[in-house]
């Protein structure tokens, strides 16, 4: 088992910055690659980035640019540096933790279905 705590979430205005942290503790050694997924209220969760253990990552479009993923293997911390962050960006945050999934050879960020851990969430909420 994997237990994920997320945190750095809160209120700031468009243009603005935040960090979001997230703590892994438990059988890490089986999670090989983490991401951030985040949720709009009325819209699926969609994957915003990913990392793997070597430090490979994938960002989806509309972040790439203005958001980093990185993990720290050694304090076993998920983090992602948000910045230039607009309206639009405002979800509930998600920490996911999983095998890690390839395709074409490169990794993917996947769906909700390929990682089996989650944390509680965090709120990002960006005002214009």
């Known amino acids: 088992q994997v237990q994920l705590v997320e945190s750095g979430g809160g209120s700031v205005q468009a243009g603005g910055s935040l960090r979001l942290s997230c703590a892994a503790s438990g059988s890490t050694s089986s999670t090989r690659c983490m991401g951030w997924f985040r949720q709009a209220p009325g819209k699926e969760r969609e994957g915003v980035a990913a990392?793997?253990?070597?430090?490979?990552?994938r960002y989806i479009g509309s972040v790439k640019g203005r958001f980093t993923i990185s993990r720290d293997n050694a304090k076993n911390t998920l983090y992602l540096q948000m910045s230039s962050l607009q309206p639009e960006d405002t979800a509930m945050y998600y920490c996911?933790?999983?095998?890690?999934?390839?395709?074409?050879?490169?990794?993917?960020?996947?769906?909700?279905?390929?990682?089996?851990?989650w944390g509680q969430g965090t709120q990002v909420t960006v005002s214009a």
């Open positions: 990392i793997d253990m070597d430090g490979t990552t």
């Open positions: 996911a933790a999983g095998a890690g999934v390839y395709r074409d050879g490169g990794l993917d960020i996947g769906t909700e279905r390929d990682y089996g851990y």
